[in-house]
């Protein structure tokens, strides 16, 4: 005897087989909006679709619903944990309502950008034997219907934005031998580029583009030139074959000249006189043709590295005067201490001007016409001995991003001044997977400057038309803390360890709004808007070399201030009236 049927089941069913046939977390409704090379060179004011929201690297939005004379109402909207600790330093992507996390461990979530509700999430199973030297990842790149992952074990994986499920998967080198991957992927028309960590391994780094549809390699670039390339001459002997010089941070694009512009990392090993020479493309800027990978015109900042100055962040195309002239820039604020002001073309890299913005006592002068630093001999590291300098090892700013405002004309830069290292140079030893350095990290020092200031931390603002400083805003703490400016007249930073998210008046610095986050902010800000209303986000989450810089700190002051773990989304907006709705 059969069992009757009743409307409530009948309902149920129905329910359950449109549930079946929806792909889990797909986001239909409404449906994806595909990313394309148009949106990305101009992208609409609500969206952050790349890690600086540009392809010049500016870190600026120019909505400006939260403005100076309101954010002191700004408050949270919603908050979303991770669900993992380390350190958290992707920006929140977001694509017309839905964001893209990217967060340690190399997690993918995918969450309604209205209302902090989960979407999907992708956990990449890593392997068993993987040794993570900065266990953390910068951001995914989007294109088309698809979100792409930079993994620690040195693959690149494309995922359909819909539901998270893996497109393709490609492996771009081998992490036995040292090889991993933290940056986002940056999407230029039609192709993923990527760059490979592990410099301290003694890899020999390089940049790869990846077709978009397929996964099909399109070319590889070496940051180490191999016999007959240029630059081979700036190496000795085999040095070059384990050369470091990695690529982890994402590069900028100018879609004008079709060349992409990439900061690059230290040679190794660490202590310069195992490795005598320039060592090109070391702690450089690169312009790589788009089409073809060939290395067009480079600077390169420091020759010969022995301080670990790595100048991976992306340098800011912005142009500026030069005398009578307004050139097509490139701005870095180096690792090295030194605000660098290139100026770029088609073929060629032009050193304009460079000058201190912390504390450095390495360089004894900069040569005005090449910009190629001279070094007072007795602050360069080498074998058997050792040797103080500053800036410390993490320079004067290390990856966190400056921003750059059009309204202003000013750069914000996340500085560390009033601190110092010492290393201790010892023969390297070169083993594939093992770390190649050259000191004894257990050597290795890291403390303030006796005769500096009672503040490490500084939030600094430069006049791009003047080339000059403007405001400098202090810290006792460290600074970790990359840069957001926005058109509302504001900068958005965190990075210091009292936890604290902050907003400043861009022209004056003067701090106008804080919260305290569950962690230290060390994540790189955002804004975006969904139904006319404009959001800050961005993902607190301390670790990695935040962490580690704060255990050094400890030690030279005999304290022992821990900062808790944990990442966590915040997403701030006005309440609804004080935001003109």
């Not at 074990?153 to 998270?164: E, F, Q, Y």
């Not at 601190?419 to 997977?433: D, I, M, W």
Request: aromatic content about 12%.
């Amino acid at each position: 005897m059969s069992t009757p049927v009743t409307p409530r089941a009948l309902a149920l069913l129905a329910l359950l087989a449109l549930l079946a046939s929806t792909p889990a977390g797909a986001v239909d409704d409404p449906p994806y909006a595909s990313v394309t090379a148009e949106r990305l060179t101009a992208p609409a004011a609500d969206d952050w679709l790349m890690v600086r929201r540009t392809y010049d690297s500016w870190g600026y939005s120019p909505l400006n619903q939260i403005s100076t004379a309101n954010v002191g109402s700004l408050q949270p909207a919603w908050t979303f944990s991770t669900g993992v600790v380390e350190g958290h330093q992707a920006p929140p992507i977001v694509n017309d309502g839905v964001m893209f996390v990217a967060t340690p461990r190399n997690q993918v979530i995918a969450i309604d950008a209205r209302s902090g509700e989960e979407v999907w999430r992708y956990r990449r199973a890593l392997p068993a034997d993987l040794f993570q030297l900065h266990p953390t990842n910068r951001g995914v790149a989007l294109w088309g219907d698809r979100v792409y992952l930079a993994t620690v074990d040195a693959h690149l994986v494309a995922l359909d934005a819909r539901t998270g499920e893996v497109v393709w998967d490609v492996e771009v080198a081998d992490y036995l031998s040292g090889y991993y991957m933290t940056l986002a992927p940056l999407a230029v028309e039609g192709r993923i580029l990527v760059g490979t960590s592990g410099g301290e391994f003694g890899i020999r780094g390089f940049i790869e583009a990846f077709d978009a549809d397929s996964g099909e390699s399109l070319w590889r670039t070496y940051t180490v030139p191999g016999p007959g390339e240029p630059g081979f001459e700036t190496w000795s002997d085999e040095a070059w074959k384990r050369g470091g010089v990695p690529i982890w941070v994402t590069g900028s694009y100018d879609p004008a000249t079709r060349l992409t512009y990439w900061g690059t990392g230290n040679a190794g090993p660490w202590m310069a006189d195992q490795r005598p020479g320039d060592n090109l493309y070391a702690n450089s800027v690169i312009a790589l043709d788009i089409d073809s990978g060939a290395i067009r015109a480079h600077h390169q900042y420091h020759w010969n590295d022995a301080w670990d100055w790595d100048e991976v962040t992306a340098p800011l195309l912005i142009d500026f005067p030069d005398g009578a002239a307004t050139v097509k820039g490139l701005v870095h604020a180096g690792r090295n201490g030194y605000l660098w002001r290139l100026a770029r073309s088609a073929d060629d890299i032009r050193f304009v001007d460079a000058r201190p913005y912390v504390y450095q006592n390495v360089f004894s002068d900069v040569d005005a016409e090449s910009g190629r630093p001279s070094y007072d001999p007795t602050r360069i590291p080498r074998t058997g001995h050792r040797t103080e300098f500053c800036p410390s090892l993490w320079g004067g700013k290390d990856w966190p991003p400056e921003a750059y405002s059009p309204q202003t004309g000013y750069l914000y830069i996340p500085a560390n001044e009033n601190l110092c290292s010492a290393f201790t140079g010892e023969k390297a030893k070169y083993r594939p997977g093992e770390l190649y350095l050259g000191l004894s990290i257990d050597k290795l020092e890291v403390f303030p400057r006796a005769d500096g200031g009672d503040h490490i931390g500084e939030l600094q603002a430069w006049d791009m038309r003047t080339g000059e400083k403007v405001w400098t805003r202090t810290f006792a703490s460290h600074n970790w803390g990359p840069v957001l400016a926005t058109g509302g007249g504001l900068v958005f930073a965190g990075g210091t360890n009292d936890r604290q998210f902050r907003a400043f008046d861009a022209r004056t610095g003067d701090e106008l709004w804080q919260q305290k986050t569950n962690s230290g902010v060390i994540g790189v800000p955002v804004s975006y808007a969904v139904d006319g209303r404009q959001y800050i986000a961005v993902v607190s989450g301390w670790g990695v070399d935040a962490q580690r810089k704060q255990d050094y700190l400890n030690k030279a002051r005999g304290t022992d201030l821990q900062v808790p773990q944990g990442g966590v989304v915040w997403v701030f907006a006005l309440p609804q009236a004080a935001g003109g709705e």
